[in-house]
């Protein structure tokens, strides 16, 4: 099972919007509703920020949004902040024999 | 407090085994998919493997499968990952997470290293 394709860099100024892809295929994101997205602080413990595409936890930030159309699902932050400045990795189920598939990641510099 | 953390990790040579441990707390860990995820240096996110509430389904990456097993104590709300025949670009750190179809929470990790 092949890694979903992340951009490897955003970057943005605080107060814009981002918006990091996340592709895959018919088998995994374009397949099902289960693409979530985890933001990574190095030597932190990974956070879960969107889950079932466009679903956000309870105490993550509105600013936060999910989406997807087709094989590629979307994640957007907008009115970045310095806070918003790590590592963010989108997963889907696949139907191949491993549940999970991670994304490549993508670091989100505020500049 | 809801939390989950690791042990187990440290140095080992080329070959060897460990034994790494997730001690889950303030949550009924019996009713949770459990997952071990892994980050190498420098590299992204690595699912590993995943094992049911029950321990009815367990599922491993092809890269560890046959080396690794995944097992979980309901009674002792902990969740174990067997590491055999450990190769050099496994170094990674080493994280437990919660969930089934997203892992809503996860530990801090522990570090394996391998090496001779």
């Known amino acids: 099972q092949s890694a979903l394709t992340q951009p490897a860099s955003v970057s943005g100024s605080p107060g814009q919007s981002i918006t990091i892809s996340c592709t895959g295929t018919s088998s995994d994101v374009g397949g099902y509703n289960y693409v979530s997205w985890y933001q990574h602080h190095p030597g932190k413990a990974p956070k879960l920020m969107i889950y079932e595409v466009s679903n956000r936890p309870s105490g993550v930030s509105n600013r936060f949004s999910g989406s997807k159309s087709g094989n590629t699902a979307s994640l957007t932050i907008s009115g970045l902040q310095a806070e918003d400045e790590a590592d963010y990795y989108c997963?889907?189920?696949?139907?191949?024999?491993?549940?999970?598939?991670f994304g490549t990641g993508t670091k989100v510099t505020v500049l | 407090e809801v939390q989950l953390v690791e042990s187990g990790g440290g140095l080992v040579k080329p070959g060897g085994s460990l034994r790494l441990s997730c001690a889950a707390s303030?949550?009924?860990?019996?009713?949770?998919?459990m997952n071990w995820v892994r980050q190498a240096p420098g590299k992204g996110l690595e699912w590993v493997s995943s094992?049911?509430?029950?321990?009815?389904?367990?599922y491993y990456a092809d890269s560890v499968k046959g080396r690794f097993t995944i097992s979980r104590d309901n009674a002792k709300n902990s969740l174990y990952l067997q590491l055999n025949s450990l190769r050099a670009e496994e170094t990674a750190v080493y994280y437990c997470?919660?969930?089934?179809?997203?892992?809503?929470?996860w530990g801090q990790g522990t570090l394996v290293t391998v090496s001779s």
């Open positions: 303030g949550f009924t860990f019996s009713t949770y998919s």
């Open positions: 094992i049911s509430s029950s321990s009815n389904y367990i």
């Open positions: 997470a919660r969930g089934g179809s997203n892992l809503s929470m």
């Open positions: 997963s889907s189920y696949t139907s191949s024999s491993t549940p999970y598939v």
